[in-house]
């Protein structure tokens, strides 16, 4: 049995969007709640290229990532992300890091879809 949930994130900010949706990810919110199975939740999200982004944070927000080479510290800021990646790509790694970082992180996310 699989429960899905629709999300609508037009006018409402980046992180509220991924914590409900990582929340529903996670199947907290469900009352079989069992940290070490998958739940059966899919989450929808809808309008993501209606985020409400303020233009500081377009600016002043960066995505760091280190190469592993010396010299190899690469950084982009939230605009350039979104000119790469889309909103869906920002929202998409914004709810992949509220995750827990184990063997069930990749088969959660498979569950996450936008249209």
Known sequence: MTKEYTIDASGRTLGRVASES?????????????????????????????????????????????????????SLDLAEVITKHGHTGVLRQAILKMLPNNKLRPEIIKKLKFK
């Open 22 to 74: 990582a929340l529903l990810l996670r199947g907290k919110k469900e009352v079989t709640f069992t940290r070490h199975l998958l739940p059966g939740v899919t989450v929808t999200i809808i309008n993501a290229d209606k985020l409400k982004i303020f233009p500081a944070k377009l600016t002043g927000k960066k995505y760091i990532r280190y190469t592993g080479y010396p010299g190899g510290l690469r």
